[in-house]
Structures are given as structure tokens and as C-alpha cells.
């Protein structure tokens, strides 16, 4: 059956995360409600990645397959027309015989927002951090995450994952459009439950003095969730793009 492919942005303030929960509402759910509507059966969302509750989307990939035949630009306005507001299906497109979302996909990379200014405007996207931290510091201890490594110490306790091995090719503090703003960039080939939120929290007690940055290297070899630091809030985060193998010519 041919399979078709969604770019979807949220605001993942109001959702239980993304994947559907016994109580409360989540994307996939509030997704899969409207497709049912707009192609009058119901249908199967997968994403690429299972974002936590409070965690935003920028560049969120997901698939699902039917039998119906699909116009993209209509569906993409009847999906927009349906879903809150807090969702926007940004793109709809055929995807090539087989392809899967999560498990194609090559590259993931989220951006953590942070600011050490409050902020009204950027209130749900960006975590007010004060007194300031040391970005050099924290860059010097995420240098230390790139290459290929087992990150269990960054991973949720609970999680069912026992391969916990990831490659982080890119792991930077960068400025962002306003004086006090600051981006945390992270990319890797897959991401544990929690690791992202995992490693932001832990650069900040480096940032703070509370541990060196060659502290890094030691809790990741601890491969004990204990060791690292506590969570950094949700909020801040944003799945920002996923990227895939390009289909052959």
C-alpha cells in the first residue's frame, strides 16, 4: 500500500508527548483523530522519534499507509483545518515503497533554548537560566559527548532500550538571536529517552562550577543514570530535523 510522509511542527506545551498515552491528549493522537476525519478511516501515525511531554517539534517526520489515494495539498489544508492549533502539518508528500520514519532515518538533531534574560514572548520555548553559566565551560565538557559512546548515564531509568550506544556527531553552546540567548545543538545518528535533557542538565551544573568538564568523560563511563545530573526542564527542547538517506534517481 503506498505510504505517505508528513513534516509536522508543534508546540508540545498542552500534549502528553508524542505518542499516545492512556490519559491525556498527545500529537500522534490529535494526528491520527484528524487523518481519520480527512480520509474517512482510521489510520496508524508513525514518527520518527517519541518526543516527551512538554518537548517541542520543529522538524518532526512521521509516516502512515492507506489504501485511499491521497492528494497532498488538500490533505495538507484539511489536516491544518482539523488539528489544533498548537500543530501544523508543514509539508505532505509520497514517501518511496517501504519507508519507515523512525527507523530510516540517519540523523536527528534537537536545539535546547535557554536564556539567561526572562522572557515573555519565548516563555514555552526557552528555559531562564540565572545566574549565567560558563558557555565556554559547558562547550569544553561537550566536546567530550562526540564520537561514538554508550549513554547510559543520560538515559531514563525506566526506559526498556538495552542498546544504548550512540554516535553524537555535533554537541555545541552557540549564541542565539538575542543578547542573553543561548542554544545547546546536539546531533546524532539516534537518541536515548530522556538523554537530551539528560545532557543539558549536566552541562549546566559544569556551567555552574558544580563539576569540571573533564567530569564528563567519567559519567559516561559510569553508565549509571545516578551519576549525571538531573533533568533539565522540557520545555526548552526542540526536535529540530531529522534527516534520511536520499531515495535513489
Not at 55 to 80: C, I, M, P, W, Y
Request: aromatic share 6%.
Amino acid at each position: 500500500m503506498p505510504t505517505t510522509r508528513l513534516l509536522i511542527e508543534y508546540d508540545g506545551t498542552d500534549f502528553r508527548g508524542w505518542q499516545i498515552q492512556p490519559e491525556g491528549p498527545t500529537v500522534q493522537g490529535a494526528i491520527e483523530d484528524a487523518l481519520a476525519v480527512a480520509l474517512r478511516h482510521p489510520v496508524a501515525v508513525v514518527g520518527s522519534g517519541r518526543t516527551d511531554t512538554g518537548v517541542h517539534a520543529r522538524g518532526q517526520v512521521a509516516h502512515f499507509v492507506t489504501e485511499a489515494a491521497v492528494d497532498a495539498f488538500r490533505l495538507k489544508a484539511s489536516l491544518n483545518g482539523l488539528l489544533p492549533p498548537s500543530i501544523a502539518v508543514l509539508a505532505v508528500a509520497p514517501a518511496p515503497d517501504g519507508f519507515h520514519a523512525r527507523y530510516d532515518a540517519r540523523r536527528r538533531r534537537y536545539v535546547y533554548h535557554a536564556a539567561t534574560e526572562p522572557r515573555a514572548l519565548d516563555r514555552r520555548t526557552r528555559v531562564h537560566l540565572w545566574p549565567a553559566p560558563d558557555v565556554d565551560a559547558m562547550n569544553e565538557a561537550a566536546r567530550r559527548l562526540v564520537g561514538r559512546h554508550d549513554f547510559s548515564s543520560f538515559c531514563r531509568t525506566k526506559s526498556e532500550t538495552t542498546n544504548r550506544v550512540c554516535t553524537v556527531r555535533l554537541a555545541r553552546w552557540g549564541p542565539g538571536a538575542r543578547p542573553g540567548d543561548f542554544d545547546f545543538e546536539v546531533e546524532a545518528d539516534r537518541f536515548l529517552h530522556g538523554m537530551v535533557r539528560g545532557i543539558v542538565g549536566t552541562l549546566v551544573e559544569v556551567g555552574r562550577g558544580r563539576r569540571s568538564p573533564s567530569d564528563v568523560a567519567d559519567v559516561l563511563a559510569a553508565r549509571d543514570r545516578r551519576a549525571a545530573g538531573p533533568a533539565a526542564p522540557p520545555h526548552g527542547l526542540v526536535l529540530d530535523r531529522v534527516e534520511y538517506d536520499a531515495p535513489p534517481a
